[in-house]
């Protein structure tokens, strides 16, 4: 990993270094999220934080790809610019749905983290159909959906 730290991709996929911290990366790299996120909505709303997440994708893309085929190996555990966006996106969903308070946050974290690793369909299908950058990011990004629609109706039940 060393030589690719030299790299910008590699700062990027590894949102800055998160992703090379030992133990369970994407909870990490989601974590180092969730003041983004907060800063994004309070610049404005839910339309601030689904353009970045966007912009994030894209970038996410380019550097997944990059970094993934200089390592040779498809979905290496130290990207983790998916798991931003795609926390990142469940957080959009749920201030667009007006419910993005404390407990809002902590169930789309818990929510995002569990259809993340659990993987329901079309996670799974995303994660194994879509090559390259692209599949890295995209199962994260379905995931993010998941969670976001799920911890928004949970919101606003409880």
């Known amino acids: 990993?060393?030589?690719?730290?030299a790299d910008p991709a590699t700062w990027l996929a590894t949102w800055f270094g998160v992703g090379l911290l030992p133990?369970?990366?994407?909870?990490?790299?989601?974590?180092?999220?969730?003041?983004f996120a907060a800063l994004f909505l309070s610049w404005g709303g839910a339309f601030v934080l689904l353009m970045a997440t966007a912009l994030i994708a894209l970038v996410?893309?380019?550097?997944?790809d990059r970094v993934a085929a200089?390592?040779?190996?498809?979905?290496p555990g130290a990207i983790v610019i998916d798991e931003v966006a795609g926390?990142?996106?469940?957080?959009a969903i749920l201030a667009a749905a007006g419910t993005a308070d404390w407990m809002g946050y902590g169930l789309a974290f818990v929510l995002f983290r569990a259809a993340d690793i659990v993987k329901p369909w079309p996670v799974s299908w995303a994660e194994r159909a879509l090559p390259g950058g692209l599949g890295v990011m995209a199962d994260d990004l379905v995931a993010g959906i998941y969670a976001g629609a799920l911890a928004a109706a949970l919101r606003a039940w409880l």
Do not use: H, N, V, Y
């Open 1 to 5: 990993m060393k030589p690719l730290l």
């Open 23 to 35: 133990g369970p990366q994407g909870t990490w790299a989601s974590l180092a999220a969730l003041p």
């Open 60 to 64: 996410g893309i380019w550097a997944s």
């Open 70 to 75: 200089r390592m040779r190996i498809e979905d």
């Open 87 to 91: 926390q990142w996106l469940a957080l």
